[in-house]
């Protein structure tokens, strides 16, 4: 089953931020909807009927959070932490989607077969984790995503709460340097997204940038063999960028 077959026109898609519901979850899919400006999210929770736990709902938010480029903002208390940090790029993939899925967050989502497919994914070049490092070398924050062309479609972070203060958005600003001028796709944005400049587009000009981005050319991920990035190298990094 194609993509198209299974999600249908996106101008006959329901005004819901919910569009399928399937039992399957491969990394295929998971490309090719990506493609259509759709991504997975297993259903979970008690609430849930017993027939659909474990399925997969396949999602396009009415209105999408995206970060543009050129328009992350790191406040001056963000960048006075970031100093603190290192940051890494594919380093412990396996470690950030562990620790993404800790099932004692709020909303955990991320079961094991999510991790299979993300870890699959990753194996091939197209997911990638950003890691966030302390001074005593604890990976305290980071997130992970998929790639493709000058797209990327962000799944999940996390930071320390005892050791990684602010650690996840050290990572988010080196994935914007990764991008360069990429879009970013958080799927919905927060307050804690917005005051780092995310906004929310409605779905239409949503899958009008999803497309444009798509035919840019993929960015020159670091590779692991270069150093991990210090704090102040970032910071010089984003600022350059910006200029």
């Known amino acids: 089953m194609t993509v198209p077959e299974l999600f249908g026109d996106p101008d006959q898609w329901p005004d819901d931020d919910l569009i399928a519901i399937t039992g ?6 998971v490309l ?15 609430e849930v009927p017993r027939e659909l736990r474990g399925a997969t709902a396949w999602w396009s938010p ?26 890494s790029v594919d380093r412990a993939f396996d470690e950030v989607i562990t620790r993404c899925a800790d099932p004692t967050r709020p909303y955990a989502w991320i079961g094991d077969r999510v ?25 305290v924050g980071g997130l992970y ?12 972070m996390f930071h320390d709460p005892e050791y990684g203060r602010d650690a996840s958005k050290t990572a988010l600003m080196r994935l914007v340097c990764e991008l360069g001028p ?16 995310v906004i929310d587009v409605d779905r239409a ?18 590779s692991l063999d270069d150093p991990a990035w210090n704090g102040g190298h970032l910071l010089e990094r984003l600022r350059k960028m910006t200029n």
């Open 24 to 29: 399957v979850l491969s990394p295929h899919l």
């Open 32 to 46: 090719a909807a990506l493609h259509e400006g759709v991504f997975p999210m297993p259903i979970t929770g008690d």
């Open 62 to 87: 009415m209105r999408r959070g995206i970060l543009l480029p050129g328009q992350l903002k790191v406040a001056r208390s963000l960048r006075k932490t970031t100093k603190h940090h290192t940051t």
């Open 115 to 139: 991790m299979e497919v993300y870890r699959y994914l990753h194996d091939r070049g197209w997911a990638h984790s950003v890691e966030t490092w302390n001074a005593q070398g604890r990976l």
């Open 145 to 156: 995503g998929v790639s493709v062309g000058g797209f990327f479609s962000g799944e999940s």
């Open 182 to 197: 990429g879009l970013l796709d958080v799927q919905w944005s927060t307050p804690h997204l917005a005051r780092l400049g």
């Open 205 to 222: 000009e949503y899958l009008a940038l999803l497309s444009d981005a798509l035919e840019r050319p993929s960015p020159q991920w670091t």
